[in-house]
């Protein structure tokens, strides 16, 4: 399958700051890609939705001022949590869907990236 | 959005196979069954979906019922790797390609050896 890369895969910064974390597809152009957020325990959140160069649509109460998406090419997004809070702290994953180099159109996910918030 | 129902938890013998079931009883005619799992603190990882028609890939065999309101998903030889959640979705379809995947619960597989 396509490989989607996440960078960093963990991180741990104080409240306060803000914090980026990278979603790439490296062998694949994505037209759409996708953060999620898991608690522990819990399913996999939709947070957002965004195609390259226009802006993302968030899910209802996910607060777009906080969680800043930029999807600048087909082959990487960013996700930004400013301002980070304790509660902030969870698996965050992003996903990418495209056509692969076998010409199917589907959607992968990344290794997640575990963000702490002290 | 055609919702889905799995067991909370399944337990597996090592070498057996494993059959984990899904209802979808409000799918509609156009929406397909996709099955991903997530092993534990990785992201989740595509396994086969279908629409109307039997379909197997090299990792897993899905069983569509006739009327489409349930699916089985089935790994032949089941493996310790293979302990994960097991997640059936039904593909949200918000407008041609434009569709949203939209985890429930899942079913936690566990093979024992």
């Known amino acids: 399958g396509a490989v989607v890369s996440q960078h960093p895969s963990r991180v741990i910064c104080k409240s306060g700051t803000s914090v980026k974390i990278e979603c790439r597809s490296l062998?694949?152009?994505?037209?759409?890609m996708f953060w999620y957020r898991q608690f522990p325990k819990q399913s996999l959140m939709l947070m957002a939705t965004?195609?390259?160069?226009?802006?993302?649509?968030?899910e209802q109460g996910v607060e777009k001022d906080k969680f800043l998406i930029n999807h600048a090419s087909l082959t990487l997004s960013t996700l930004t949590v400013t301002s980070a809070h304790p509660e902030d702290s969870s698996f965050y994953i992003c996903?990418?869907?495209?056509?692969?180099?076998?010409?199917?159109?589907?959607?992968?996910f990344g290794p997640g990236t575990r963000l702490t918030v002290t | 959005d055609a919702k889905t129902t799995q067991p909370p938890s399944m337990d597996c013998a090592e070498g057996r196979a494993a059959n984990l079931p899904c209802n979808h009883s409000?799918?509609?005619?156009?929406?397909?069954v996709y099955w991903y799992r997530q092993i534990h603190s990785q992201g989740p990882q595509y396994i086969i979906h279908?629409?109307?028609n039997n379909e197997t890939n090299e990792m897993a065999s899905l069983i569509i019922t006739e009327d489409r309101k349930s699916s089985t998903l089935i790994l032949p030889h089941a493996t310790l790797r293979d302990t994960a959640v097991y997640y059936c979705?039904?593909?949200?379809?918000?407008?041609?390609?434009?569709?949203?995947?939209?985890f429930g619960k899942g079913t936690l597989l566990t093979v024992n050896p």
């Open positions: 996903s990418a869907r495209g056509y692969n180099i076998t010409g199917l159109y589907e959607q992968y």
């Open positions: 062998d694949f152009q994505a037209t759409t």
């Open positions: 965004s195609n390259e160069g226009s802006k993302a649509t968030y």
């Open positions: 409000t799918i509609s005619g156009n929406e397909y």
């Open positions: 279908g629409l109307k």
């Open positions: 979705i039904v593909r949200v379809d918000s407008g041609g390609s434009n569709y949203k995947l939209t």
